[in-house]
């Protein structure tokens, strides 16, 4: 895979902002694997196409889900944005001629999650958030440190702060991400948290 060549189509199709935390995603995702004992160059791929969706705006993101016949919940229906995961899994595959199935699942559910996640999607999910140009969430130099230290754990306080986030500004919840974070709750034995 030419990363130089990627980097540079990736460029042209993202907004700065958007480019600057994608090579950051990119970025923490190697850390990640490395520490984590994963295969650098797979994560390094997810991360730097992770977001490859992010910038088309919401109608076409509707209109090429629709096509393509990717599946749109009620929440994606009213919040187009958040088909930028799905929609961005088929243009990693058709766009990127990518053909991995962990580097595709990982770009899917890199915004939600799902219960038993692979490593490579626990990485993508987790650097999308702690990645070096992310400043506004709380504890942030916490969160990082906890996801170096343990990926679930740090994984688990992702999307418990994301919950809290998002019922504080009183922002829909998409339904995967709250089984996510009940799953690895319950599995780590903290059912009441």
């Known amino acids: 895979m030419n990363y130089e060549k990627l980097e540079k189509q990736l460029k042209k199709k993202l907004d700065d902002s958007r480019y600057t935390h994608t090579l950051g995603v990119a970025y923490t995702c190697t850390c990640l694997a490395m520490r984590y004992n994963y295969d650098i160059d797979r994560a390094y791929l997810a ?20 096509k393509n016949h990717i599946e749109i919940t009620e929440i994606e229906r009213k919040n187009p944005f958040l088909l930028h995961a799905k929609l961005g ?5 058709k766009k990127y001629h990518i053909q991995d199935e962990a580097i595709l699942s990982a770009i899917r559910w890199h915004t939600t999650g799902h219960p038993d996640m692979t490593m490579l999607e626990k990485i993508v999910f987790v650097a999308d958030y702690i990645e070096p140009n992310r400043k506004k969430q709380p504890n942030l130099t916490e969160v990082r440190h906890l996801c170096f230290e343990n990926l679930d754990q740090g994984l688990k306080r992702i999307l418990s702060d994301t919950l809290v986030y998002l019922n504080s500004k009183k922002d829909p919840i998409d339904e995967m991400t709250q089984m996510t974070y009940d799953y690895y709750n319950e599995k780590d034995g903290n059912k009441n948290e």
């Not at 969706?53 to 090429?64: H, Q, S, V």
């Not at 899994?89 to 595959?93: D, M, Y």
């Open 47 to 66: 991360g730097l196409l992770h977001d490859c969706a992010k910038c088309i705006d919401n109608d076409k993101k509707i209109e090429l889900c629709e």
């Open 89 to 93: 899994s088929l243009l990693a595959k």
